[in-house]
């Protein structure tokens, strides 16, 4: 069983509930290190302790590493944003701020000339942060969109390398 790998990958899971819409700069790339981290610790720690376990499972981890090791999630994301960011401090996951400017609205001068003209805001001015990937084949997707694809696509590795490490 991949029990190790499979705790690395529930960190991650946590991992991606802190990414949320409220952080930005310093906190959001602590964040998004330690999820892309994580992503890439599934795959070391099931290469270096689960492939351990039995002779079996050994067998079966050494034929799919060298399967899934292509994929375009694992070396286009998982791998590439972890090289990038441990190795250089790049980020392919961007971080910015949309404005939503408001609309204001005058209000007329009333009859006789006794109201004031007045200007208030009918809508006002928010801001939200956004987060797009910069560069690769997820360009301008959501980073925690990618984050779930991998996630789901380490899943189905390790259900896959279960069932044939434990069939006869």
Not at 15 to 34: H, P, Y
Not at 68 to 92: A, C, P, S, V, W
Not at 139 to 151: E, G, M, N, T
Request: with cysteine; aromatic share 8%; net charge neutral.
């Amino acid at each position: 069983m991949t029990i190790y790998a499979r705790q690395v990958l529930g960190d991650c899971k946590a991992g991606l509930q802190d990414l949320t819409d409220d952080i930005s700069g310093s906190e959001w790339r602590r964040k998004w290190v330690a999820c892309v981290a994580l992503l890439r610790a599934v795959g070391h720690v099931l290469d270096k302790v689960d492939r351990n376990v039995t002779t079996a499972m050994n067998s079966v981890i050494q034929e799919e590493w060298r399967r899934f090791k292509n994929d375009t999630i694992f070396k286009d994301f998982i791998e590439q944003e972890r090289n990038n960011i441990l190795k250089q401090y790049k980020f392919g996951a961007g971080q910015g701020v949309t404005i939503q400017v408001g609309t204001l609205k005058q209000t007329p001068i009333g009859q006789g000339g006794n109201a004031v003209s007045g200007v208030e805001a009918s809508t006002p001015t928010a801001s939200f942060n956004t987060y797009l990937m910069n560069t690769g084949p997820y360009s301008k997707a959501d980073p925690r969109d990618i984050v779930k694809l991998a996630i789901a696509w380490w899943e189905q590795q390790l259900d896959e390398i279960d069932k044939r490490a434990s069939s006869p």
